[in-house]
């Protein structure tokens, strides 16, 4: 018994959690495609939106950046969960940090950076 406990001990220490949070570098005034954007997209639409897909590609810049610019990814997000055309399909609403960085982005041009 004393053996499993301190088994079960080494095994809970050694556990780490090493994601970063996708924006915790993002700088939310002016924030980059790479640092800011594309991980908000690859952990949220991916699952769908691949390069392969029928429902629209949102693998690259240019079409991250064409469906931000047309509004329509930005509609869609910020629909409530309930509502018919609301993004991501069957997952959570983007929080409202992640929403205002893609408006941010959009509203600076939408730069590859």
């Not at 090493?18 to 699952?47: Q, R």
């Not at 610019?69 to 959570?92: A, H, K, S, Y």
């Amino acid at each position: 018994m004393r053996y499993s406990l301190f088994f079960l001990l080494i095994i809970l220490c050694s556990c780490t959690y090493n994601e970063l949070d996708p924006i915790s570098d993002c700088d939310s005034d002016n924030p980059s495609f790479a640092i800011c954007v594309k991980p908000i997209i690859d952990n949220n639409c991916l699952g769908c939106h691949s390069e392969s897909s029928l429902n629209g590609d949102l693998s690259s810049y240019e079409s991250i950046q064409e469906y931000i610019i047309n509004q329509d990814l930005l509609d869609r997000v910020q629909r409530n969960i309930n509502e018919i055309g609301f993004m991501p399909l069957g997952g959570n609403k983007l929080d409202d940090q992640q929403i205002d960085i893609l408006i941010k982005w959009r509203n600076n041009g939408a730069p590859n950076n």
